[in-house]
Nanobody, 129 residues
Framework: QVHLVESGGGSVQAGGSLRLSCVLS????????MAWFRQAPGKEREGVAA???????AYTDSVKGRFTISRDNDKKTLYLDLNDLKPDDTAMYYC???????????????????????WGQGTQVTVSS
């Protein structure tokens, strides 16, 4: 079993920054890919960013140049740096993990999370104008 716990959400003004973290525990051997998704009230879940076992990344167009995904395998932690935040970024943010690595990250983001088996409980990001 895999457990994911997110933290780092909060309320910021437009233009502000946050760093989200997702700590991984449990069965963590083998290679895996991880991602961040978000869901705003009344909207479908959206893929934000993904990272593979070799460090390759993918982003949805709306966050390119503003968000950065990274992972520290020694600390078993996934990060998402959110910069130049906009009110449209307001949502619950979830981290997700699936085995194995070496996947099509862009496709997995566009599918909205159906490829991912393990999920965290979410952390809220609220951006005011």
């Amino acid at each position: 079993q895999v457990h994911l716990v997110e933290s780092g959400g909060g309320s910021v003004q437009a233009g502000g920054s946050l760093r989200l973290s997702c700590v991984l525990s449990g069965r963590t051997y083998g290679t895996y890919c991880m991602a961040w998704f978000r869901q705003a009230p009344g909207k479908e879940r959206e893929g934000v960013a993904a990272i593979d076992g070799d460090g390759s990344t993918a982003y949805t167009d709306s966050v390119k140049g503003r968000f950065t995904i990274s992972r520290d395998n020694d600390k078993k932690t996934l990060y998402l740096d959110l910069n130049d935040l906009k009110p449209d970024d307001t949502a619950m943010y979830y981290c997700a993990l699936d085995f194995p690595a070496g996947r099509n990250l862009d496709l997995m983001l566009r599918r909205g999370g159906s490829d991912f088996l393990y999920w965290g409980q979410g952390t809220q990001v609220t951006v005011s104008s």
